[in-house]
Each structure stands twice: as C-alpha cells, then as structure tokens.
C-alpha cells in the first residue's frame, strides 16, 4: 500500500484517488461533536460504535463530546470485497442495559442501510428510549429504505471509499484521507 497522501494509493489490486482531505474531515467531526452536545445535553446518551470501520471516526468524534455519556461498541458486516451482501452479520453479541436508554449509533458509513435497520430493530427489542444515528459519511443515492440520519459528516456519490476507518477487504483504514476506487486507473 502507498504512503498515505493527497496523490492516489493502491490498495491489494485496486486504485484509490483523493476524495476528502483530513483537514475537512475534521472541521465537520468538530462541528458535528457540537451539534450533539447542544442536542444531546440533557440525554446522557450511550454512543454505541460499530467496529470496525467506525473506530477512527468515534475516537475523535467522542473526544469532542463533553456530554454525560457511555461508549459501547458492537461488530456488524455486510461488506465483502467492494459490494454490500445485503445480509448483516453480528459478529459479538450486544448484551448491554440499555433498556429506557437514548442511544447514539456511531457508524462509518451508511449506504444500503441494511446494517442501520438491523440494528435499529435489534436495540428496539432491548427496550431503548430513542434511537439517533451519527455517521461520517451517507450515500442517500443507494439508501434501499427511508432513513433519518440525525448526525451525518458528509452525503457522498455512490463510490466505493477507503481510508479514515473504511476499508477494501481490512487494508486502507489507517489512511488520513479518506479515496475513492478510482474506476479509470
């Protein structure tokens, strides 16, 4: 894999291109972490992170939170190789109180929304007070059922990206940036 930087990587047997610097990454993480503390003040909300792609976006998402708050983290897939399954796999079980709870779902990236409405029906059976999601990035083009994402960092094309947490088969998640395959190179 290529150093990381604002030129194009390859990644296994696929070109990645620039697509989102980490400087705007982070200006809107920080105003998204605004948002929530205004909104969220008086909620004392479990933020509940879906590994792994969301973990670099949570980590500094939730630093900027200086609200009474938990974290907790859950495992779900629907990726393989660059394309969604359309079936989501809990890879850990999410045994938490969160009866009467409002709950915060920290996601990577929201396309199909498979994953959302899984597990949105998942935490309702749980018996959670409201269920809010926060995501870094939204591709409302391919979105298979109405959704409200109430914290989303940027609505994107229908392109496959990598980088900032997001990955192409576990390999490109440690870049700043965040690419986009490059279907030319």
Known sequence: M????????????????????????KERIKSLAEEIN????????????????????????????????????????SYSGTQSTGVVKLE?????????????????????????????????????????TCSLLSKTSCHTYPLHINYCGFEIEDKFVVGYGLDYNDKGRNLKNIYQLDVEG
């Open 2 to 25: 290529a150093k990381d930087s604002t030129r194009s990587v390859k990644i296994l047997d696929l070109n990645f291109r620039p697509y989102i610097d980490k400087k705007k990454i």
């Open 38 to 77: 205004t909104e969220e003040v008086h909620n004392e909300p479990i933020f509940l992170v879906v590994m792994t792609g969301a973990f670099i976006f949570a980590s500094d998402l939730l630093r900027r939170i200086n609200i009474d708050s938990d974290i907790r983290f859950i495992r779900a897939r």
């Open 92 to 132: 850990e079980d999410y045994l938490l109180d969160i009866k009467d709870r409002n709950i915060i779902i920290v996601e990577d990236i929201i396309d199909t929304g498979i994953t959302l409405k899984f597990l949105k029906e998942g935490i309702t059976k749980f018996g959670a007070k409201s269920i809010k």
